[in-house]
């Protein structure tokens, strides 16, 4: 694995930054992007002492311009990437969809499926001619089936969900593989900030006391577990394993995931 070039998308914070600290074990090199040119670079410094070389690159991955640009980047200094692991995603605030603004539903499309498909085709690029690669994708257990309030998060992560398959499907003659990881409840700074407008919401008398539901609702996570997941999936020992989509975690059950149903 030396000399295997990897790109994760929004590897900054949360199940990214997890999956790039483990794909680095492997060594060779981890290309990491994020919004924040900060995150993203610390994700590169992370990377490093476990080992891999690392380029950090500052992008906003719903610009296809700007992932253009990062793929000439990559190819220059790295040469064509291997791996392509798109976990970049926006969770817009909850709501019905009766008062849904367009531009939200608008945002999230372009953040969580746009930014799929635009480093999906540039990565297909270079993967083709080479007749070989990886690719997986990040979904969400909100994307197999509805939640109230959740319709543009939702909706996006269902058609990764499609997009991961077809994917698979028109490559395979080619030797690379789309898969879909669909966690459930990752531990991270998320939780943190859903569980804290849980207790407001708890102190407004608009929902159950948050000492009412158990502590964590369900068991959450670890963003490095992920990332096993997808260093198994693009290893030779996972190539028999194309188009799924794999659900990691615990499904939502409780009254808590009812409201938050990321939790």
Known sequence: MSDRVTLVTGA????????????????????????????SEH??????????????????????EQVEAMFTRIGDEFGPIDVLVNTVAWIDPPGPIVDLPTERWHQAIRTNLDSVLYCTRAALRMMIPRRRGAIVNISSLNGTR?????????????????????????????????????????????VRVLRELMQQRAETGTAAPASSYPDPPVQLV??????????????????????????????????LQAMFPDL
């Open 222 to 255: 670890d963003p490095e577990w992920i990332g096993r997941y997808v260093r198994f999936l693009v290893s030779p020992e996972g190539r028999h394993i194309n188009g799924q989509a794999l659900v990691i975690g615990e499904a939502p059950r409780s009254p």
């Open 43 to 64: 994700a590169a410094r992370v990377v490093r002492e476990r080992g891999a070389r690392s380029l950090s690159v500052p992008c906003d991955v719903s610009d296809e």
């Open 146 to 190: 509805g939640f109230p309030d959740r319709a543009s998060y939702g909706a996006t992560k269902a058609a990764v969900l499609n997009l991961t398959q077809t994917t698979a499907m028109e490559n395979r003659q080619y030797g690379i593989s789309a898969n879909c990881l669909v966690p459930g409840a990752i531990d991270g700074e998320r």
């Open 12 to 39: 900054g914070r949360g199940a990214g930054h997890g999956i790039a600290a483990a794909l680095a074990e492997e060594r060779g090199a981890v290309v990491v992007c994020d919004l924040d040119p900060e995150t």
